[in-house]
């Protein structure tokens, strides 16, 4: 398959939409050998975090002189960064090598009758097979939706299951109580795994330890981090015994997800993986990682976040008041309408000195600029719908002049298209 086909082939298959359940994946990858098997995992599941855990302990791995798979979702400016090895993408003769054979096993399949695999579960089926390609001595594996009927969760060679932390998000696919969403997310959680789990709310935290109790799993639980000084382009922070460790993310939660990685790399060495002391530091303050609380420009501030639930836009509010507490902040806000952007608002709307509205583009679950702009009126009356988000940008460098700073949230989905319009913007991009 050439490039143009295999875009084209992706298109088709998104209009399958989502099913939870193993059934199909299980048969698809039957088709392919079972690549997953001859791999070894670390699975991450949670409402907030995961990509960034997943990006914290990636690249300490890679420091650290392994072979490291990684699979994430969503992504922010290029599809192929869904699959990448030691930090580089999927290359494009690969994925359309990939893609090729995965067409023609999902054929045989439904030449014997049996439905087709939703695009998640070819996206995942594809990541296994390059992995093993590649000869990945690990993968560090992100759940897409949930966690127990999730496509991911077909892998049985689980050395430690980490669960971020957990809050109401996908109740129409998890439930409506926080203790059915962490049995969805604690399904991940297999026999001989070390499970680490960031701090929970207690009903959270029950499930997570009777599934532990169930499986017969070590549970460890990272604590908060100390004397944390947090910066904008770089936080320090005292972990247990360990002092002065540095991150180059910037966001109040950065520290905390820092101490989950960190605790899976010390869950790894008790199952054999060498990760000296200076390669963990070294890992940590080289991890980047694009969409969350990513500064893009100085003079105006420029900061791109990817909070699109209540949880996040709480943390979101909280790292205003420490990174920005007396600067005035021109938001710039696009969401899905199947998010929860009427609590999202809630908690962030008032703070703002002016709210330009988007529409995500090329998104058929974007909710519409003006019902967004309607709804952010009813906590603050200085609203404006933007029509592109180049006229987005452009107005809130207008309002921001010298004093304000410009705050991009709601959506991951759009960000990278943003991120490139301030690139285009600005030649100088300070991170």
């Known amino acids: 398959m050439t490039e143009r086909e295999v875009k084209e082939y992706i298109e088709q298959v ?15 990858l039957g088709y392919m050998g079972n690549p997953q098997e001859q791999l070894k995992f670390i699975h991450i599941a949670g409402t907030n975090g995961k990509g960034s855990v997943l990006a914290y302990i990636s ?9 490291t798979g990684r699979y994430l979702s969503p992504v922010i400016s290029e599809y192929r960064e869904k699959i990448q090895v030691n930090g580089k993408m999927i290359s494009k003769a690969a994925l359309c090598e990939g893609i090729t054979y995965i067409r023609e096993c999902v054929t045989k399949m439904e030449a014997e009758g049996n439905p087709s695999p939703t695009l998640f579960e070819i996206e995942t089926a594809l990541a296994f097979w390059y992995f093993k390609k590649k000869k990945c001595d690990i993968v560090v594996l992100e759940t897409g939706l949930g966690g127990i009927l999730d496509a991911t969760n077909i892998i049985t060679n689980t050395l430690v299951a980490v669960i971020t932390s957990i809050s109401y998000d996908h109740m129409a696919f998890l439930g409506n109580s926080l203790t059915q969403i962490a049995l969805a997310k604690a399904g991940i959680i297999k026999d001989d795994a070390i499970v680490v789990s960031a701090v929970q709310q207690e009903e959270a935290a029950r499930v997570i330890e009777q599934k532990c109790a169930e499986h017969k799993c070590q549970l460890v639980v990272s604590k908060k981090p100390q004397q944390v000084k ?53 890992g940590l303050l080289h991890t980047t990682w694009n969409g969350r609380f990513t500064l893009l420009h100085q003079k105006p501030y420029f900061v791109m976040d990817g909070a699109h639930n209540e949880d996040a836009a709480k943390r979101l509010k909280e790292s205003i008041e420490v990174y920005f507490p007396n600067t005035p902040l021109i938001y710039i806000i696009g969401v899905l309408k199947d998010k929860e952007h009427e609590k999202i608002l809630q908690i962030t709307a008032k703070r703002a000195a002016h709210i330009i509205t ?37 107005m809130a460098i207008l309002l921001a002049g ?3 700073g410009i705050l991009v949230f709601g959506s991951l989905s759009y960000l990278g298209r943003l991120q490139s319009i301030v690139l285009n913007k600005w030649k100088t991009i300070k991170r």
């Not at 998104?14 to 698809?28: A, E, N, W």
């Not at 058929?364 to 592109?388: G, W």
């Open 230 to 282: 947090y910066g904008l382009k770089k936080q320090t922070f005292c972990y247990k015994e360990r002092k002065k460790l540095s991150i180059s993310l910037a966001g109040l939660w950065q520290p905390e997800n820092a101490c989950v990685a960190i605790e899976v790399c010390d869950a790894l060495t008790q199952k054999g993986f060498v990760i000296r002391e200076e390669q963990m530091q070294k």
């Open 358 to 394: 988007i529409t995500p583009p090329d998104n058929p679950r974007a909710m519409q600029a003006y019902e967004l702009a309607i709804e952010a009126r009813e906590y603050n009356p200085n609203v404006t719908v933007a029509d592109s988000l180049e006229e987005a940008v452009e």
């Open 59 to 67: 690249t300490i791995l890679t420091t650290a002189g392994y072979r």
């Open 402 to 404: 010298d004093k304000c």
């Open 14 to 28: 998104s209009t399958y939409g989502s099913i939870l359940g193993l059934d199909s994946i299980r048969m698809l």
